[in-house]
């Protein structure tokens, strides 16, 4: 069973730029969240995709924009990036269903906007 | 909404000693809860959870947690500590019957020393 892949691994971008980052879920999982994780704070949730449909929100400004494909792997885009993106950006996979649901969790992508 | 709050941002320890790394929430409404552990340069993995039933959890590696409804709180212990327990630790928590959106606290880096 091949668990939750991310890539690149790392990324350094220029702010304004847009970048792309891709996630593929763990095998038999139909749901994929994606989370930034800024130096020293913990996972925030940017947003969530179930069967190729947004399913939830976080705070996050509309040039943060994702997609699922229907092998159920997912691309998260960032416009116009800034400084602040600056994050460590977390991709977790799960069997939609419910809060009580494990999410599984790949090695995330480290942006850095200079 | 839900908010988590762990109250040690550092905990160092030595090898066997006791340790206890706290976690308190806030919701409005019922809540699974989470440990995640983050070891350097890695993504997340799921320590234990609670959902229902017995308020005492516990993990293969030898780690427990205690769900108080009445302090909304979900304290991690673990009797004798390894070195190979360094590592960043998360509390989370999910609305019971929502989304699978988790909602982290900032993290308690803990160091064991020898």
């Known amino acids: 069973e091949t668990g939750v892949t991310q890539s690149p691994t790392h990324l350094i971008k220029t702010r304004g730029q847009q970048v792309t980052l891709r996630c593929s879920s763990q095998s038999g999982h139909n749901t994929v969240s994606w989370y930034q994780q800024a130096l020293g704070q913990g996972p925030q949730f940017i947003f969530q995709?179930?069967?190729?449909?947004?399913?939830g929100r976080g705070n996050f400004p509309p040039r943060f924009s994702g997609l699922q494909f229907p092998n159920y792997s997912s691309e998260l885009n960032v416009n116009a990036l800034e400084l602040d993106d600056s994050a460590l950006y977390l991709c977790a996979s799960s069997l939609g269903g419910g809060g009580g649901v494990e999410q599984y969790f790949g090695p995330g992508t480290r942006l850095t906007v200079t | 909404a839900q908010s988590v709050t762990q109250l040690d941002s550092q905990v160092p320890v030595f090898e066997e000693a006791p340790v206890e790394l706290r976690c308190n929430y806030s919701?409005?409404?019922?809540?699974?809860l989470f440990w995640y552990v983050q070891y350097p340069n890695q993504g997340l993995q799921l320590l234990l959870k609670?959902?229902?039933?017995?308020?005492l959890v516990e993990s293969i590696n030898g780690f427990e947690a205690e769900f108080n409804k009445s302090q909304t709180s979900f304290h991690l212990r673990k009797p004798s500590v390894h070195i190979s327990d360094t590592a960043e630790y998360f509390c989370a928590v999910t609305p019971q019957g929502g989304s699978e959106k988790l909602v982290f606290g900032k993290g308690t880096k803990l160091t064991v020393n020898p």
């Open positions: 995709y179930y069967r190729e449909e947004e399913n």
């Open positions: 919701s409005s409404v019922s809540v699974y």
């Open positions: 609670y959902l229902s039933g017995s308020t």
